[in-house]
């Protein structure tokens, strides 16, 4: 009974938020994508041990994330990474299922015969295109992807390789294509 009146309290206080009432009173709309209900939220901190968060959460040095968790809106989760324990590895695991998708962060591909690195768009494209002929289901299907390895099936995503590839900011910075005033690129 109580969960479900926070519940409603929460649904409340987002459609009375401050953008809601701006775009509202401005005759915009909101941007495309703006769920009415709420989604996962994942934060990846490499080097970050969950000890060491604890502590940082006990002596008051994150008090923002300390209020979400006491207010019920998020949980602290503990997560495995297994080995390699690299952002491109660990992130494959998240977002696709995949454990050890890639040995390294930096690695010899035997198959093109060439040293990569995941952060170059080509490579994170490779790999990406890899995990999904082998069946995997991507974790961000219509969401949004912000400074990540893969874009993992979003529908938006931001400083993620794949958008940081000469091609793509060409395409953002394309004249003709600037979207109308008020919408998001």
Not at 36 to 63: C, H, T, V, W
Not at 143 to 148: K, L, Q
């Amino acid at each position: 009974m109580i969960s479900r009146i926070g519940v409603r309290i929460r649904e409340l206080r987002r459609k009375l938020s401050r953008s809601h009432l701006a775009s509202h009173l401005l005759g915009r709309t909101m941007p495309e994508g703006e769920a009415e209900r709420p989604g996962p939220i994942m934060l990846q901190i490499d080097g970050l041990s969950r000890r060491q968060l604890e502590r940082a959460l006990r002596k008051g040095n994150m008090p923002f994330l300390a209020r979400l968790m006491r207010k019920r809106h998020f949980e602290l989760e503990t997560f495995y990474s297994g080995v390699p324990s690299t952002t491109p590895a660990v992130q494959a695991e998240i977002f696709y299922r995949v454990r050890q998708a890639v040995p390294a962060f930096e690695f010899y591909q035997r198959d093109s015969g060439r040293i990569v690195r995941m952060y170059e768009a080509g490579t994170a494209a490779e790999i990406e295109a890899d995990l999904r002929k082998r069946g995997a289901m991507p974790l961000l299907e219509g969401g949004t992807a912000y400074s990540n390895v893969y874009r993992a099936g979003a529908g938006r995503s931001r400083y993620c390789p794949q958008d940081l590839a000469p091609h793509a900011l060409l395409r953002r910075l394309h004249p003709l294509k600037c979207p109308p005033d008020g919408a998001r690129a």
